[in-house]
């Protein structure tokens, strides 16, 4: 039997092919003519390296006939292989990274939590810094970063407008004991204020020097009016609520934006 009488062999696979990328159901919402179209595309890229493969070894006998058969069985096995492979990994990947967060909102615990004024390079106090050590389940360094930071609130007035943190910081301490630290502004500082400048990209926070005040002139009366308070310093992960060892003076921290460059633009 002469290798040319076996077009079958990549006629058939084609159809196989297509028909399997056609045929099996796809259950899945919004992305389900996603997963559609790369099936659809893994079956061309199979048919044509099958197709190339015969029309190099048309004609090379017996043997090459039983390569090619080889290759038809395992050219869909690779190509859907591996970003079968990646989906699973991911999707362990995404069930530990679940069981971890749930270990860490039910086992981690606050050690230590401090307050004290944000001071400027230059020594001008524009807000509050929070450092606060916590103990985490083993293995949560991998999500760290993206645990929500500290932040402060005030209920309920004089001040109830809110905070933005500047810049959030952390490192560990040991495999389980970390410190943070998050820089905390009123939200009536200006973006030259609320936003940290990143050492690796010089210039990178906000250039903005106008004071933020929504309510008008009436807010900042209000506000620059409001003698020094005691602030809440609440966290998330894990739970936690407590007020400010000290207190702090938002006058203070607007003169200290004005010597920082801040100024009032309306």
Not at 151 to 179: C, I
Not at 218 to 238: A, D, G, H, K
């Amino acid at each position: 039997m002469k290798f040319k009488n076996s077009l079958w062999i990549p006629s058939l696979f084609t159809l196989l092919y297509f028909g399997f990328a056609i045929f099996t159901p796809v259950r899945a919402m919004w992305f389900g003519s996603l997963i559609r179209a790369a099936v659809l595309l893994i079956a061309a890229f199979c048919s044509l390296l099958l197709w190339i493969c015969y029309s190099v070894w048309v004609g090379r006998g017996a043997k090459a006939r039983t390569s090619l058969l080889i290759i038809a069985l395992l050219l869909p096995v690779v190509l859907y292989g591996i970003p079968i492979g990646v989906l699973v990994g991911l999707s362990s990947q995404q069930s530990h990274l679940m069981d971890l967060d749930g270990k860490v909102k039910k086992e981690a615990s606050i050690l230590t939590i401090e307050d004290e004024e944000l001071l400027t390079d230059h020594g001008n106090p524009v807000g509050v810094r929070v450092r606060y050590q916590v103990r985490y389940p083993m293995g949560a360094e991998t999500l760290i970063s993206h645990l929500p930071p500290a932040n402060l609130s005030s209920v309920p007035d004089p001040y109830a407008k809110g905070f933005w943190v500047r810049q959030n910081q952390f490192h560990a301490l040991n495999a389980t004991d970390y410190e943070l630290t998050s820089d905390i502004v009123p939200d009536f500082m200006p973006q030259m204020l609320r936003f940290a400048e990143d050492p690796r990209f010089p210039r990178s926070g906000g250039k903005d020097p106008c004071f933020n005040w929504p309510g008008g002139p009436s807010e900042r009366s209000s506000v620059l009016n409001t003698p020094p308070q005691i602030f809440r310093i609440y966290l998330t992960e894990p739970a936690y609520s407590g007020t400010t060892h000290g207190s702090y003076d938002l006058h203070r921290f607007y003169e200290s934006a004005i010597k920082e460059g801040a100024k009032e633009c309306s």
